[in-house]
């Protein structure tokens, strides 16, 4: 790297460091303290919130108080065998005396399972026939033998928990063997789809009824975020200025979209100029650009009504439910509220002071300048502005 050369201060592909972590202070605490007291809980919040995030900061602060910590991502598992080696990999990453332990462990067992070198996918390769079930229950009780061989807890992270339920009697076969570490660990769900967790945890009918105390993650505080940006801003010999109070508004406390227009809008700001409305205006019209192929995704994957819907929520300047609305985005009235209760269940949509608004204010964006037409103006539809 070049010296003196300025690297920019918002990252926004993937998890950021926790060090980095905009705020939740408060939510970090508690989380501690749930997992330090043995109460496991869940965390719900929509894709690009910051839970993993949020995550990593609680399990760091819970290693340095002599936990071992893991986090296993489950985003998108679709069989058994999957599940372990996610497991397993999520092990490997452990360092020092409890990953000697771990080794340990896994070689008494001599059941395909090792920290490095080929792991469970090269038992696979050699035998696809074994048994990953079998290994799957074996592997989840690695936290009961560590405690019981010399006195350490562990915090478990299941991150993107509500994808298990690709696998069919997976959420069944984790439940009967982590219902019984009630000492020896501590389990963290977390996942984006309220109403796949509610699956999981509320319904009487799925087997992990009562095992988590409920979280949910809220957009960050305005004035956090803007302390943030303002600050980050100023250590790199930049002004934030009158953009500040745009970008606010627009990304209107979403973690990732706050780190990302403030990105392209410290990328647009000279060393020791200040941003205004013209800097802030290109930095959001970057980031349509680069957005707009995951606009696209977005909106394929919604099915006809949650598209209306959508649509509505967008861009109808009449109530929701009403005539008008349902009219200007050609949906049955009737229709509305399962297809807005689908979105709510999959974080699309979230409620900001008691009323229905899209997650995403990207998304609520390319929604507003796409597909109207010039008699948009008419029957409850609005045509947005910009800036």
Same mark, same amino acid.
């Given at each position: 790297?070049?010296?003196?050369?300025?690297?920019?201060?918002?990252?926004?592909?993937?998890?950021?460091?926790?060090?980095?972590?905009?705020?939740?202070?408060?939510?970090?605490?508690?989380?501690?303290?749930?997992?330090?007291?043995?109460?496991?809980?869940?965390?719900?919040?929509?894709?690009? !919130?910051?839970?993993?995030?949020?995550?990593?900061? @609680?399990?760091?602060?819970?290693?340095?108080?002599? /936990?071992?910590? &893991?986090?296993?991502?489950?985003?998108?598992?679709?069989?058994?065998?999957?599940?372990?080696?996610?497991?397993? $990999?999520? !092990?490997?990453?452990?360092?020092?005396?409890?990953?000697?332990?771990?080794?340990?462990?896994?070689?008494?067992?001599?059941?395909?399972? *090792?920290?490095?070198?080929?792991?469970?996918?090269?038992?696979? =390769?050699?035998?696809?026939?074994?048994?990953?079930? *079998?290994?799957?229950?074996?592997?989840?009780?690695?936290?009961?033998?560590?405690?019981?061989?010399?006195?350490?807890?562990?915090?478990?992270?299941?991150?993107?928990?509500?994808?298990?339920?690709? &696998?069919?009697?997976?959420?069944?076969?984790?439940?009967?063997?982590? =219902?019984?570490?009630?000492?020896?660990?501590?389990?963290?769900?977390?996942?984006?789809?309220?109403? @796949? /967790? %509610?699956?999981?945890?509320?319904?009487?009918?799925?087997?992990?009824?009562?095992?988590?105390?409920?979280?949910?993650?809220?957009?960050?505080?305005?004035?956090?975020?803007?302390? !943030?940006?303002?600050?980050?801003?100023? $250590?790199?010999?930049?002004?934030?200025?009158?953009?500040?109070?745009?970008?606010? %508004?627009?990304?209107?406390?979403?973690?990732?979209?706050?780190?990302?227009?403030?990105?392209?809008?410290?990328?647009?700001?000279?060393?020791?100029?200040?941003?205004? %409305? #013209?800097?802030?205006?290109?930095?959001?019209?970057?980031?349509?650009?680069?957005?707009?192929?995951?606009?696209?995704?977005?909106?394929?994957?919604? *099915?006809?009504? %949650?598209?209306? @819907?959508?649509?509505?929520?967008?861009?109808?300047?009449?109530?929701? !439910?009403?005539?008008?609305?349902?009219?200007?985005?050609?949906?049955?009235?009737?229709?509305?509220?399962?297809?807005?209760? *689908?979105?709510? #269940?999959?974080?699309?949509?979230?409620?900001?002071?008691?009323?229905? $608004?899209?997650?995403?204010? /990207?998304?609520?964006?390319?929604? =507003?300048?796409?597909?109207?037409?010039?008699?948009?103006?008419?029957?409850?539809?609005?045509?947005?502005?910009?800036?």
């Amino acid at each position: 790297m070049a010296a003196g050369r300025d690297l920019n201060p918002f990252h926004f592909s993937g998890p950021l460091p926790p060090e980095q972590m905009i705020d939740r202070d408060q939510e970090a605490d508690d989380l501690l303290a749930l997992a330090l007291g043995g109460h496991s809980f869940r965390l719900v919040g929509p894709r690009r !919130y910051g839970k993993t995030t949020l995550l990593l900061r @609680v399990l760091e602060a819970a290693e340095r108080e002599g /936990m071992a910590t &893991v986090l296993v991502d489950l985003q998108d598992v679709l069989s058994m065998a999957e599940i372990v080696v996610r497991i397993e $990999r999520a !092990y490997d990453r452990l360092r020092g005396q409890i990953r000697r332990r771990i080794e340990s462990l896994l070689r008494a067992w001599n059941i395909g399972l *090792s920290l490095g070198g080929g792991g469970f996918t090269a038992t696979l =390769q050699r035998n696809p026939q074994v048994d990953a079930e *079998s290994v799957l229950l074996r592997l989840l009780e690695l936290p009961a033998a560590l405690f019981e061989r010399d006195g350490t807890a562990s915090l478990i992270v299941f991150d993107e928990i509500q994808d298990v339920l690709a &696998v069919p009697g997976a959420d069944g076969k984790i439940r009967r063997v982590i =219902q019984h570490q009630a000492q020896a660990a501590t389990y963290a769900f977390a996942g984006s789809a309220p109403g @796949v /967790m %509610e699956q999981l945890f509320a319904d009487p009918r799925r087997p992990l009824l009562d095992q988590a105390v409920p979280r949910n993650l809220a957009p960050l505080p305005i004035p956090d975020a803007a302390d !943030y940006v303002a600050g980050r801003f100023s $250590r790199t010999g930049r002004d934030v200025g009158s953009a500040l109070t745009p970008l606010l %508004e627009f990304s209107r406390g979403h973690p990732m979209r706050s780190m990302m227009l403030a990105h392209y809008l410290w990328e647009r700001t000279a060393r020791g100029v200040a941003a205004d %409305e #013209g800097t802030w205006l290109a930095a959001l019209d970057q980031a349509i650009d680069d957005s707009a192929q995951l606009m696209q995704a977005i909106w394929r994957a919604l *099915s006809t009504n %949650e598209r209306r @819907v959508a649509r509505a929520l967008a861009v109808a300047a009449t109530p929701l !439910y009403s005539h008008d609305t349902a009219a200007a985005v050609g949906i049955r009235r009737t229709s509305i509220g399962k297809a807005l209760e *689908s979105l709510t #269940g999959k974080a699309d949509v979230i409620a900001v002071e008691g009323k229905p $608004r899209l997650t995403d204010p /990207m998304f609520e964006l390319w929604l =507003q300048t796409r597909g109207l037409t010039p008699a948009s103006g008419e029957g409850g539809i609005r045509t947005p502005e910009r800036g």
